[in-house]
């Protein structure tokens, strides 16, 4: 219940796009091409370096959580947030996420078991077509937030809804399933398997922290002390939480620095540690927004806008390359093909969505003619 005082309203007083989340969320789509480039044309196991932590901790705290964590705060802006909406943009992400898997993965991985006959490829092949990527548990993530608009959900049945799956998840994390078609199921909920990046449990803690920020973010009257005091409060929770987690050895990613299962399987510890930055990191941003020259904000926006489109196109053009290039590559020719990655993705997708818009719109448009005609 948001209560009048110097920082907040009674009324929606903060609407419309927000510059910081834009730049958090193009931000973040950046860092997930840069991961996605290192960790599919490096040498396996990848070497105990600066540039590899450096990159594997820029493609994972700024990255999913960060991404997740707008999703939420974006469905207390979007303007249409009804359980008829929700539930179904959930189940179009869910079906472009295997669409997505077939294309990047599935073909690719037996196009080289054709090339080079080894049989890891092609039991690769249904291995990453079943995998629980983010598009996946994003579905599931609006699926969730549609049945709870429909319950009529209030600030503290999130809060609890959450406390719950954080629960869920401690007791069923290492729980697999013998058969292997309930197994791959189960995944999409907790980690039952190596190829399940995204289980529900795990990462909806992010989408519904979000939430209750943007929440708050939209009755906000003074962004720049709301975000100072966010801030403040995340830095304290993200240094303790940390040094407990290094301490008693609970691994949410960066023990070895890798970022690999442990991170994406991390249990209650690693939610509060990678919200607290999360929150910590929105916060920064916003503050850093006032001094970026324009060309980066507008490219930032524009990455924002576009991300899932832009995740879907680097994913096809990566699972295609794996096909025709000499891996793995050096780490200078990583660099040099995620810059062109980067803008080859970034032009795809913006001249995608145009081509969309216009057959959009000759098709309201025929339809139009022919009602009236």
């Not at 979007?78 to 909406?85: D, T």
């Not at 909920?189 to 190829?195: R, S």
Request: glycine share 6%; proline share 4%; hydrophobic share 55%.
């Amino acid at each position: 219940m948001i209560k009048e005082n110097a920082i907040f309203s009674l009324e929606q007083a903060n609407k419309g796009r927000q510059l910081e989340l834009d730049l958090v969320k193009g931000l973040a789509i950046v860092f997930m091409l840069l991961v996605h480039c290192f960790e599919e044309f490096s040498a396996w196991p990848l070497p105990k370096s600066i540039s590899t932590y450096i990159i594997r901790f820029l493609g994972s705290p700024p990255a999913a959580p960060a991404f997740m964590f707008a999703l939420g705060i974006g469905i207390v802006y979007s303007r249409n947030s009804s359980p008829k909406a929700l539930v179904t943009r959930g189940i179009k992400l869910f079906l472009l996420g295997f669409i997505l898997n077939f294309f990047r993965d599935f073909l690719p991985e037996l196009v080289l078991y054709h090339k080079t006959g080894e049989l890891s490829h092609y039991a690769e092949a249904f291995n990453f077509l079943w995998g629980v990527d983010i598009l996946p548990f994003a579905a599931l993530a609006f699926i969730f937030f549609g049945i709870a608009a429909k319950f009529k959900f209030r600030e503290i049945d999130y809060g609890l809804a959450a406390v719950v799956f954080a629960g869920l998840n401690l007791l069923l994390k290492d729980i697999a399933i013998e058969g292997e078609a309930l197994n791959i199921f189960l995944g999409l909920f907790w980690g039952t398997n190596e190829y399940t990046w995204f289980p529900f449990l795990t990462w909806i803690a992010f989408p519904i922290s979000g939430y209750l920020f943007g929440k708050l973010l939209i009755h906000c009257v003074d962004k720049r002390r709301f975000y100072r005091i966010s801030f403040w409060a995340s830095l304290p929770v993200l240094g303790l939480f940390w040094i407990y987690a290094y301490k008693n050895g609970v691994d949410f990613g960066p023990l070895d620095g890798l970022f690999v299962e442990a991170y994406f399987h991390h249990d209650l510890i690693g939610n509060i540690v990678l919200i607290a930055f999360t929150v910590m990191w929105t916060s920064l941003i916003y503050f850093l927004s006032f001094h970026l020259p324009a060309f980066a904000k507008q490219a930032l926006s524009r990455w924002s806008k576009n991300i899932t489109t832009m995740y879907c196109v680097h994913w096809l053009i990566i699972g295609w390359s794996r096909t025709i290039l000499p891996l793995p590559l050096s780490l200078p020719w990583i660099l040099l093909y995620f810059v062109l990655l980067l803008a080859v993705t970034d032009l795809i997708s913006v001249y995608y969505l145009k081509l969309k818009a216009r057959v959009t719109d000759y098709i309201k448009t025929a339809r139009g003619a022919a009602q009236t005609g």
